[in-house]
């Protein structure tokens, strides 16, 4: 479970949500549950405004990092931010898709990094990932795009299906929802 900031929100708002974040813990039948990190979009379209926010939050969170722009140069420069905390972290670039996915395996290959690949469909999933892969860039996370909970429980299902059953390896990669 990750939680979404976007640059566009006040630095202050990100600070108390980033901190928020960090601290919650709940114990669970004896298992404490946490989140997993945070998401940080590039709402704002700036670089310079981007790397802020992720500078933010890395300060005061030091969990995983999703990191989302559909531009590959702006991405970098989020990258670049959360590499510079010193903390150890290999963020997931958010992501992919039918028009970008060069540049964004460019920067996933260059800087060895995750890359999430986001399509509308199952062959559109299946076409991107082998194309990626095919570039060089192994460490995929599938993003299938879906509006509704009914839609997404149907898609995931059908993913998991081909992958296991039918041996489809480029959908047998992990997946990210987002709700």
């Known amino acids: 479970l990750f939680v979404r900031v976007r640059d566009t ?8 949500l980033a901190t928020e974040v960090a601290a ?3 114990d669970y039948v004896g ?3 946490a989140f997993d990190g945070m998401a940080v979009e590039c709402a704002s379209g700036e670089a310079a405004t981007f790397r ?3 500078e933010t939050v890395r ?3 030091h969990g995983n990092l999703i990191l989302m722009s559909e531009d590959a140069d702006l991405l970098e420069a989020g990258l670049e931010a959360a590499l ?3 903390q150890s972290v290999t963020p997931l670039l958010y992501a992919a898709n039918a028009n970008n996915w060069q540049e964004m395996a460019a920067v996933a290959k260059r800087n060895k990094m995750p890359l999430a ?3 509308a469909t199952l062959d559109e999933l299946a076409q991107l990932t082998g194309q990626i892969s095919a570039a060089g860039v192994e460490d995929l996370v599938l993003a299938p795009s879906t ?3 009914a839609g997404s429980l149907s898609l995931l299902t059908q993913l998991r299906r081909l992958a296991l059953k039918y041996g489809k390896r480029e959908l047998g990669y992990p997946i990210l929802t987002l709700p």
């Not at 929100?9 to 108390?16: F, K």
Request: glycine fraction near 6%; hydrophobic fraction near 50%; aromatic fraction near 6%.
């Open 147 to 149: 509006v509704d909970f």
């Open 59 to 61: 300060a005061v969170n």
């Open 84 to 86: 510079e905390v010193g």
């Open 52 to 54: 802020r926010c992720v």
């Open 117 to 119: 690949v986001a399509g």
């Open 31 to 33: 298992l404490d549950l």
């Open 9 to 16: 929100q006040s630095l202050d708002d990100v600070t108390a």
């Open 24 to 26: 919650y813990k709940v």
